[in-house]
């Protein structure tokens, strides 16, 4: 199983691109949303992959963070959720704003997402809305491993070596799991946590631990 891939971009398609690895061409498809966010032809940048196998395609799909491919790999899960159709939906939302959507039950979001119809949208989030809050807690968790593309640059040649990976710090992610972990120590359900976390981070997506927490706890206490 080829899990990631690091090299330079020698091409850019409409849907995906050809990363040159040690001299090895990878076709690799993403989503508009991550195609965006890569550097250009000629520049180096890596990728974690889902390879799909089947009897006459092999294809290989890239994702920038380990919790944008672990919702690839469960949105796929769902009767109906192709390659394409999870792509869509990672490329429209991202893996935050679908960890918030499915969390909230707001099939329709999902629905925005190219080829993604309201019946189909639905079950996506009566069938994920469970599993969302781990997915949301990974994100703090696993650190820097999940962080945006980390982009490569060449190192000098003295160093002896051809690149070097140069990750930027989690703070969302980082406020978003530990404000999780916080609610669920003071007995709050995953689910319930997740949603005061997801609504917090709607309303102030810059808000630090602290802030999300607070906003989290407000949103959870009792009415009237």
Known sequence: MIGRLAGRIDYRGLDHVLLDVNGVGYVVYVSERTLMELPGTGEFAALYTDLVVREDLLQLFGFPSLQEKEWH????????????????????????????????GDWSAIRAAPGVGPKLAQRVVNELKDK?????????????????????????????????????????????????????????????????????????????????????????????
Do not use: C, F, W
């Not at 790999?73 to 918030?100: C, E, F």
């Not at 949301?136 to 982009?151: C, D, F, H, K, Y």
């Not at 799991?177 to 976390?197: I, K």
């Open 73 to 104: 790999r469960l949105l796929t899960s769902v009767q109906g959720i192709g390659a394409k159709a999870s792509m869509a939906i990672l490329g429209a939302l991202g893996p935050d704003g679908t960890s918030r959507a499915i969390t909230l």
């Open 132 to 224: 969302a809050p781990a997915i949301m807690a990974m994100a703090g968790s696993l650190g820097q491993v999940i962080e945006p593309i980390p982009t490569l640059t060449q190192a000098p040649a003295s160093a002896g070596a051809a690149a070097q990976l140069k990750p930027a710090p989690p703070p969302r992610a980082a406020a978003q799991s530990e404000a999780l972990s916080a609610l669920t120590n003071l007995g709050y359900q995953p689910g319930e946590a997740a949603a005061a976390v997801a609504r917090a981070l709607t309303d102030e997506p810059d808000a630090d631990t602290s802030d999300v927490i607070r906003a989290a706890l407000k949103s959870l206490a009792p009415k009237g």
